[in-house]
Nanobody, 121 residues
Framework: QVQLVESGGGLVQAGGSLRLSCAASRRTYAMGWFRQAPGKDREFVAA????????VYADSVKGRFTISRDNAKNTLYLQMNSLKPEDTAVYYC?????????????????WGQGTQVTVSS
């Protein structure tokens, strides 16, 4: 079992930045961030490989968001810059069952409880 706890969400104006963190109870394989806006399905945001050398991003966040991990601290990060109102959602971190980054929710076995990000216009 892996416990994941997200933090760092909040309210920010459009154009601002936030940094999300996800603390894991132990070392994990690939990890990812997903988000779910009100009335919408959960969607993939970004993923990173086991050692952090490979990343994948959704087109909607490419160039604005950066995923990273510190394996010494068992912590995953998501640096979000140039935030837009459409980025408003609950953000979830997840730990995958494979070592390579994946966009497929079914390949993630563990999920955090989520952290709210609200971007005002």
């Amino acid at each position: 079992q892996v416990q994941l706890v997200e933090s760092g969400g909040g309210l920010v104006q459009a154009g601002g930045s936030l940094r999300l963190s996800c603390a894991a109870s132990r070392r994990t394989y690939a990890m990812g961030w997903f988000r779910q806006a009100p009335g919408k399905d959960r969607e993939f945001v970004a993923a990173i490989s086991w050692y952090g050398g490979s990343t994948v991003y959704a087109d909607s966040v490419k160039g604005r968001f950066t995923i990273s991990r510190d394996n010494a601290k068992n912590t995953l990060y998501l640096q979000m810059n140039s935030l837009k109102p459409e980025d408003t959602a609950v953000y979830y971190c997840a730990a995958a069952t494979i070592k390579v980054p994946t966009t497929t929710p079914e390949e993630y076995a563990y999920w955090g409880q989520g952290t709210q990000v609200t971007v005002s216009s």
